[in-house]
């Protein structure tokens, strides 16, 4: 089992940008393929990005290519998300999931955390 912690959130005018990080807990965070997801004000939950375990390789969704960047140290068990260029339809709370599968971990994540508020004015 992993436990997650999300940071970094905040408010940001649009244009500007901003780095999330999430602390795993326990041993094996190098086992796990990681993710965020986004769930804005009235909105469903989606899939913003991904990365493999050994970090190799990352997906995203359609509309933050380009803008976002995820990335992994698995010696601080610890994975990241810069976001540059942020628009206000970014606003939204932003959690960190672990899977053991990179494809499952786009569907439906085993391990989810609390999340984080990112507010983005214009």
């Known amino acids: 089992q992993v436990q997650l912690v999300e940071s970094g959130g905040g408010l940001v005018q649009a244009g500007g940008s901003l780095r999330l990080s999430c602390a795993a807990s326990g041993r094996t965070f190098s086992s796990y393929a990681m993710a965020w997801f986004r769930q804005g004000p009235g909105k469903e939950r989606e899939f913003v990005a991904a990365?493999?375990?050994?970090?190799?390789?990352?997906y995203y969704a359609d509309f933050v290519k380009g803008r976002f960047t995820i990335s992994r140290d698995n010696a601080k068990n610890t994975v990241y998300l810069q976001m540059n260029s942020l628009k206000p339809e970014d606003t939204a709370v932003y959690c960190c999931a672990a899977d053991w599968s990179i494809i499952n971990i786009q569907r439906k994540p085993d391990y989810w955390g609390q999340g984080t508020q990112v507010t983005v004015s214009l």
């Open positions: 990365i493999t375990k050994s970090g190799g390789s990352t």
